[in-house]
């Protein structure tokens, strides 16, 4: 858990791009190119402004109220394991046939930062990295970085999410997408079981 590789395929995997491309795309589809790029901007800013806040205030929180890495694993592994079978599911769908608003008002808060950026998931694994990191400032200032690479990324996915749709064929997308709930179903396992193991119900690896 705190190893910063293992950081960055979990907040890839909760928080990053993949996810964020086709939502995007699909919300903003009757959007003028400029206002869309700002509205990118201005969500990606405030994703990143929540992050912090529940890096450092939310940590403070969870840590009054006593809510330890055990517990944090095993609400971050259900919560993990239910957006992988939803995702799974939605995918055997046909798309939402919604009309897509024409304007950006209102759109930057909810749905692209909540929950288009901001997963239920990703806000677990915000807490659950602050909670490992505890007194080691290398590893929080480098769960931070990673952290604020993603958004940067998931920023540069909205604005050019219209350019890698047209590039990338929509079924490697989707095939692709598929392969990151699967992920995200084994990450859920593994966290599952790693808190029960910090509980004691089941021994540890050797």
Same mark, same amino acid.
């Given at each position: 858990?705190?190893?910063?590789?293992?950081?960055?395929?979990?907040?890839?995997?909760?928080?990053?791009?993949?996810?964020?491309?086709?939502?995007?795309?699909?919300?903003?589809?009757?959007?003028?190119?400029?206002?869309?790029?700002?509205?990118?901007?201005?969500?990606?800013?405030?994703?990143?402004?929540?992050? !912090?806040?529940?890096?450092?205030?939310?940590?403070?929180?969870?840590?009054?109220?006593?809510?330890?890495?055990?517990?944090?694993?095993?609400?971050?592994?259900?919560?993990?394991?239910?957006?992988?079978?939803?995702?799974?599911?939605?995918?055997?769908?046909?798309?939402?046939?919604?009309?897509?608003?024409?304007?950006?008002?209102?759109?930057?808060?909810?749905? $692209?930062? &909540?929950?288009?950026?901001?997963?239920?998931?990703?806000? $677990?694994?915000?807490?659950? &990295?602050?909670? $490992?990191?505890?007194?080691?400032?290398?590893?929080?200032?480098? $769960? &931070?970085?990673?952290?604020?690479?993603?958004?940067?990324?998931?920023?540069?996915?909205?604005?050019?999410?219209?350019?890698?749709?047209? &590039?990338?064929?929509?079924?490697?997308?989707?095939?692709?997408?598929?392969?990151?709930?699967?992920?995200?179903?084994?990450?859920?396992?593994?966290?599952?079981?790693?808190? !029960?193991?910090?509980?004691?119900?089941?021994?540890?690896?050797?």
């Amino acid at each position: 858990m705190n190893d910063l590789s293992f950081v960055m395929i979990i907040f890839f995997v909760t928080l990053g791009p993949i996810k964020v491309i086709p939502a995007f795309a699909q919300l903003t589809s009757e959007i003028a190119e400029g206002d869309r790029r700002a509205l990118a901007i201005k969500a990606s800013l405030l994703a990143t402004a929540v992050g !912090l806040l529940i890096l450092f205030l939310g940590n403070k929180l969870r840590a009054n109220w006593q809510i330890g890495s055990a517990d944090l694993l095993m609400t971050g592994g259900v919560l993990l394991l239910i957006g992988a079978l939803d995702a799974i599911k939605n995918a055997q769908q046909r798309p939402d046939t919604q009309a897509p608003p024409q304007s950006t008002r209102g759109l930057a808060l909810s749905p $692209v930062t &909540f929950p288009i950026i901001i997963t239920p998931y990703g806000i $677990v694994a915000l807490l659950l &990295f602050a909670a $490992v990191a505890e007194n080691a400032q290398t590893f929080l200032v480098g $769960v &931070f970085g990673i952290f604020l690479g993603m958004m940067v990324a998931d920023c540069l996915a909205m604005i050019f999410a219209r350019q890698l749709l047209g &590039f990338i064929r929509i079924g490697t997308l989707m095939a692709f997408g598929w392969l990151v709930a699967v992920l995200q179903a084994a990450l859920a396992i593994h966290a599952i079981m790693s808190g !029960l193991q910090q509980y004691g119900v089941i021994p540890g690896a050797s």
